[in-house]
Nanobody, 124 residues
Framework: QVQLVESGGGLVQAGGSLGLSCAAS????????MNWFRQAPGQEREFVAG????????YYAESVKGRFTVSRDNAKNILYLYMNTLKPEDTAVYYC?????????????????WGQGTQVTVSS
């Protein structure tokens, strides 16, 4: 079982940038599809971005496409999310999630292992 710890959240002004990291424990990190989800107050958790096991394929929600970049370093067991041109509507708790394709990806979350989340707040 992989364990995930997010870091890098904080407060940023609209139009600014922020980077998140997700450190994974265990030797099977490279086996997993890795994803970022987010949950705003009063909203359901939603998919943000994801990457295949080797980083060769990446996927984004339409709302962040062109502004966010997901990447992974399998040698260091770290998943990244670089967020640019942030908007107030990006304010949410951001969660790192690991799993297998069709269990934890842009369409499914039932098979995800979750981190504890990190707060991102974008002020207008």
């Amino acid at each position: 079982q992989v364990q995930l710890v997010e870091s890098g959240g904080g407060l940023v002004q609209a139009g600014g940038s922020l980077g998140l990291s997700c450190a994974a424990s265990g030797r099977t990190f490279s086996s997993y599809t890795m994803n970022w989800f987010r949950q705003a107050p009063g909203q359901e958790r939603e998919f943000v971005a994801g990457t295949s096991w080797n980083g060769g394929s990446t996927y984004y929600a339409e709302s962040v496409k062109g502004r966010f970049t997901v990447s992974r370093d399998n040698a260091k067991n770290i998943l990244y999310l670089y967020m640019n041109t942030l908007k107030p509507e990006d304010t949410a708790v951001y969660y790192c999630a690991a799993g297998l394709a069709a269990q934890c990806d842009k369409n499914y979350a039932w098979g995800c292992t979750w981190g504890q989340g990190t707060q991102v707040t974008v002020s207008s």
